[in-house]
């Protein structure tokens, strides 16, 4: 009879296994382990020892430390908190969720999204956080989703299809049966709508509801953009139906109710393409040195009443959005060319701020109120402009006057701390069939500065009429427009950056900073790097947004603002005249919570018009750019990232990339913090603001990419060095920081 074997002792206490399988999980807390993966982990290769792994992640789940999510599987309990928020998805899949209910973004991996897309609503379990690291968690609900919809180019085989995303709020291919393309062809851009995503399968499931086209046509593309957004082609029957209902005559009863402003000298000043004109100045002397200036509004509110189906379709649209090649109305036609338009010779109706002023433009006297206007005349920006320097024509006087005031106003509001953003817009010369044959670029004048003086005025004393408390009353619910503070961390960082060309910002308070800010666009103008400092400067600011509660807009430096003066393309206007009537005639207060819901909706909306005008000029740029392949252009690094640099052309201010894999004489790496990428060998450098010749490689007009290849030029680089820095100060601190470990690490920061 053999002797009986010895079992051999586990190595380890059960105490303290616990404790190293708690440590390990708890570092790993969305990751699930059995007992061989764990002793992998542990590097346990004695069956002993495996078998007390078994025993310990059981005793673990008994005492509710663990959790067994299958038989012999199991994760961290989590013991952190729930959360709502938006998700907003890396280039990589993963995910930050923005929420209210927590001061940092919280990441969520790749695999614990749980399907959730780019700006849905989830709930999500944030996990128990390890002092020094980022927040985490994971999806367990996704509330609303943001979009049912998505833009692509079909791909099919005999018995099944793909749609391939176009857009990067979806980066997964989507799965469309035969009998659902919906007589989609191979090739074609459609928009396919989720049906099914089973939990268990990578691809959802989805069915083709519009077919726009071939992909590069014009027409095609920019529905492409429309559908991308989910912007209406066009209006309901019912909403057009409304809109035609509307009478252009005036009753004679409610103009008796109104102040009758018919006999001033009115006119309005729009760009010379609008159809819609929703503001018009009116100007007289009542003696030396005293004007009244009234800024006449179209009073969208009398003919749009609340919760009919005009307002309805108004509110759901909340902006007018404006492509390139075509107007997306807030207002059917009827009302925003017509009813409502404050056209030359024709009675209209308004809701007006009219200001008494003294000769240096500080107001003596406000009324706000419902009135009838008759414009005298239409001026275009270019008309304005030509009397102001000098041309003789009708209404010259009155034009100069109104300038001469603007300019007093101008000057006291940067006195007070505003900033100036005068910022390049890009237009472009469209032949018959949307081509863009040529670009140019607009600039604000003092025709158009004149305008924007009075419209700014009337917004920030409507906003002090009724935000202001009076006699220590609460102020009413009221929509404000507002603009936080910029967080320091943003300035500082663009204050690193404006150095490396010689300039600086003074952060001290904020009157040094606005001054040294205006300085700093002054010095820039007509600069090579003039719009990738604008656009950075505009960057490091807060982004405007509408709120029930006021704290003021800083880029404005106004402690009360509103928006009065656009309610034919804006809803927020159309609220603001409906709240100033209701509080002139005592109302009370309406709900709070329901405005802010109102002021949410429209910031949103304002967001998506705003990155669809953008998406719709970069197609135009590609499609600009796709006959010019293999010419070479000037042009400025505008953007660093670590698959290569983006490059602004000085004539045209089209972006394109010059990849990182096309730079093959070193292997170069991106250095975040000094806006660059630098040759690990040979040290070369490529960094913001370089001036730099490229030849265009590629116009991908599906995608809306330029590809760039870079041209040897200036010195071996093909660069100009920006001011400030040489080539080996920038490489010498380049090599150095890249050595630095982090010792923490970092969250998204909140934008």
Known sequence: MGKNKKKSKPTMSKPELSKRLLALMS????????????????????????????????????????EEISTGRYKMRQRGAYITGEVELTAKGSAYIISNES??????????????????????????????????????????????????????????????PTGKQLPYDVFIPTEHLNGAENGDKVVVKIKDWPESQKNPVGEVIEVLGRPGDNDTEMNAIMAEYELPVKFPPNVLKAAEKIPLDIPEEE???????????????????????????????????????????????????????????????????????????????????????????????????????????????QWFGRTV?????????????????????????????????????????????????????VKFNLDEKGHPVSVYFKRSKEANKLIEEFMLLANKKVAE?????KSGKKAPTFVYRIH????????????????????????????????????????????????????????????????????????????????????????PDVMVHRLLQRYLDSGRSVNKEKYEEYCKHSSDMEQVAANAERSSIKYKQVEFMADKIGQDFEGTISGVTQWGFYVELEDSKCEGLVSMTELDDDFYEFDEKNYCIVGRHHHKIYQLGDRVTIKVAKANLVARQLDYELVKGADEEGVIRPLGKSREDIGRKSKTKGRKKENKPKGKKRK
């Open 27 to 66: 570092n790993h807390p969305g990751e699930s382990y059995n007992y061989k993966q764990l002793a992998m982990r542990l590097q346990v290769k004695s069956m002993d020892m495996k078998r007390q792994i078994s025993e310990v992640l059981r005793e673990l789940g008994e005492k509710g430390e663990l």
């Open 103 to 164: 001061k940092e973004d919280v990441f969520v991996a790749f695999p614990n999204l749980k399907h959730a897309l780019n700006g849905d609503k989830v709930k999500v379990l944030v996990y128990a956080r390890s002092r020094d690291r980022r927040p985490e968690g994971e999806v367990v609900e996704i509330l609303e989703r943001k979009k049912g919809t998505f833009v692509g180019v079909v791909q099919r085989s005999a018995n099944y299809a793909f749609l391939i």
């Open 255 to 365: 103009i008796r109710k109104r102040r009758d402003c018919r006999e001033l000298t009115t006119f309005t000043i729009d760009p010379k393409d609008a159809k819609d004109f929703d503001d018009a100045l009116s100007v007289r002397t009542l003696k030396e040195g005293v004007y009244e200036v009234g800024v006449h509004i179209a009073d969208v509110s009398y003919y749009v009443k609340e919760n009919t189906v005009l307002d309805k379709e108004a509110y759901a649209r909340a902006t007018s959005v404006y492509l390139v090649d075509r107007t997306i109305p807030m207002l059917p036609e009827r009302l925003s060319n017509g009813v409502c338009s404050l056209r030359p010779d024709e009675d209209k109706l308004c809701f007006s701020a009219i200001f008494k002023l003294d000769a240096n433009a500080q107001v003596l006297d």
């Open 373 to 425: 206007i008759r414009s005298n005349r239409r001026f275009t920006y270019e008309e304005a402009q030509e009397r102001i320097e000098g041309a003789e024509g009708d209404y010259r006087e009155e034009i100069l006057l109104l300038n001469r005031l603007a300019q007093k106003l101008r000057q006291d509001r940067f006195k007070a701390g505003a900033i100036d953003f005068d910022r390049v817009e």
């Open 465 to 469: 009429r009724i935000g202001k408390p």
């Open 484 to 571: 936080e503070n910029p967080l320091p961390e943003k300035l500082e960082e663009f204050n690193r950056f404006v150095a490396k060309f010689g300039y600086g910002l003074k952060t001290g308070s904020r009157k040094a900073l606005t001054s040294s800010m205006n300085n700093l666009m002054a010095e820039v103008k007509d600069k090579p790097e003039q719009n990738m400092i604008e656009t950075l400067a505009v960057r490091t600011m807060a982004k405007a947004a509408y709120s029930t509660d006021n704290i003021g807009h800083y880029g404005l430096a106004f402690d009360y603002y509103t928006h009065f003066t656009s309610p034919i393309r804006r809803y």
